[in-house]
């Protein structure tokens, strides 16, 4: 197994929700130099000009068409040899409706070349990365992903509803970095339990307890495309290292002893 990279960069290709906008693609989280990538949305296109491996694993939270469209637009690249090898990990659900649905023969009649799996309970990721998950509440089911380092860590929490279902917190306890969701602004919070979804409260007070190093927000409602949908200053307020990810940000997740010589 390779030596855990000197520095980890997690790659925004889309941070939006339910539909693309001007703005924002829907969601495909990279970390380039692990070869990983959480979900493939429409942002997938991004893949092969942010790789920096041939080797892809997609691993997905659940099967709704925000979230695996993007699967789609690896056929060309995976023909062209941009990836020599592209894996699928999902919940044994959700392989299926991809395998079944997505890439039915009326629909898409080509299958690609992926290498489908069913997640196992642990995975060793390249750079001596372990990923696991826990199930989250949401229509049809979700899944969310941790990934620890030996010195360093992320959890990418999305399509659940923070503070209402199963209680994650202990999951995502710690970690460096915290991907969430928050699809709604708290003025909109009605619309979270309803659809399966967060809003800005409950999100930054769960990174709050879980005692999180930052938090960044993802999964934006397409219908919010200003500068300030989720109502970021309100967000600090509770938890001062939250930030708003946007298309194309990238975020460096250096190694703790770094981070801590640096200050």
Request: net charge negative; charged share 20%.
């Amino acid at each position: 197994m390779s030596a855990t990279p000197r520095q980890i960069t997690v790659q925004f290709l889309g941070t939006g929700g339910y539909h693309p906008n001007d703005r924002r693609h829907t969601q495909c989280v990279l970390l380039p130099e692990v070869g990983l990538a959480f979900d493939c949305g429409t942002s997938a296109y991004r893949l092969p000009q942010y790789r920096q491996r041939d080797e892809l694993t997609v691993v997905l939270s659940h099967a709704h068409l925000d979230h695996v469209v993007g699967l789609t637009f690896l056929l060309v690249p995976l023909i062209k040899q941009q990836f020599s090898r592209i894996r699928v990990l999902a919940a044994e659900e959700h392989l299926e409706a991809v395998e079944r649905h997505l890439f039915a023969e009326p629909l898409f009649p080509v299958m690609p070349a992926f290498e489908f799996s069913r997640l196992p309970k642990f995975l060793n990721l390249d750079g001596g990365g372990i990923l696991t998950h826990t199930r989250l509440s949401h229509p049809g089911g979700s899944v969310g992903y941790r990934i620890d380092w030996p010195d360093r860590s992320l959890a990418y929490i999305t399509d659940t509803t923070a503070g209402v279902g199963l209680d994650y917190c202990d999951f995502i306890r710690g970690v460096d970095l915290l991907i969430h969701e928050c699809n709604f602004p708290d003025r909109m919070g009605q619309y979270a339990k309803p659809t399966g979804h967060s809003h800005t409260t409950p999100v930054v007070e769960l990174a709050k307890r879980a005692g999180v190093g930052r938090l960044c927000l993802t999964h934006i409602d397409p219908q919010e495309p200003g500068d300030d949908p989720i109502g970021l200053a309100g967000a600090r307020a509770i938890f001062p290292r939250t930030d708003l990810a946007e298309d194309l940000m990238a975020v460096a997740l250096p190694a703790r002893n770094l981070r801590e010589s640096a200050t």
